[in-house]
Each structure stands twice: as C-alpha cells, then as structure tokens.
C-alpha cells in the first residue's frame, strides 16, 4: 500500500437538489496491491513506483475546484467518485504480477471511502 495525498475543493449536490458551498479538504489517498506470487525481485510492485503513478493521477485533481475537472463535469465530485477516478486510472498502470485491490479516499478525518471492482 502507497498513500500520497492533494488539497482540492468541491461542491456537492444534495439529495434535496441543493448545493453545498465550495468548500477545501486535503485529501489523502491510499492504494493497495494484490499479487498472488512475486515478480523476479521478489515484490508485487515497488512501493515508490506505486505511490509516483497516485502522485501522477492526483497531480491532474490538485489545487482546483474538483468540478473544474472533465471527469466531474456531469457527475458529483463525492469522495467516492474521486475514489472511482484514481482507481480507473491507476489499474491499468499496475504491472504484473500485482492488481490493484483498492483505493481509500480520506476526505476528512473519520470520512473515508474505499472503492474496489470484483
């Protein structure tokens, strides 16, 4: 597991059709990796690389608005969407013989999210 961590700020829509305030959070991101044998290092991946690809993928989310970003045009920018995003965009960057197993959104303390694909 790698974690990495970026500040950005949103605005949910409510179930009442609401909008909260832009408001900020510092988010931290967590990842795992799955493996089920080791590569010729005897790792599932190296955790620096794993946590340089979140780096990557949070760079394109930091310091803006999250509803600025294509990828939450359309949708609410939940801590589960932003979960989804970085986990679509990390999984296919996971060199064998690792899988991604989750991603874990910290919102704010005590607010987390995890997100995985069966």
């Known amino acids: 597991m790698a974690e990495t961590e970026f500040r950005a700020s949103h605005g949910l829509v409510l179930a009442d059709g609401g909008r909260e305030d832009l408001h900020s959070h510092l ?3 967590r990842a795992a990796v799955h493996c089920t044998h080791l590569n010729k290092v005897q790792m599932g ?3 620096h690389e794993l946590k340089a690809l979140l ?3 949070v760079a394109a989310l930091a310091d803006r608005p999250l509803e600025e970003h294509r990828a939450f045009a359309s949708v609410n920018p939940t801590a589960e969407m932003v979960a989804k995003f970085v986990f679509d965009r990390l999984a296919p960057k996971i060199p064998p013989p690792g899988r991604l197993a989750w991603v874990e959104i ?3 303390p005590g607010c987390i999210v995890r997100y995985t694909q069966d």
């Open 55 to 57: 780096g990557e993928i």
């Open 27 to 29: 988010w931290r991101v």
């Open 45 to 47: 991946i190296d955790f």
């Open 106 to 108: 910290t919102e704010a």
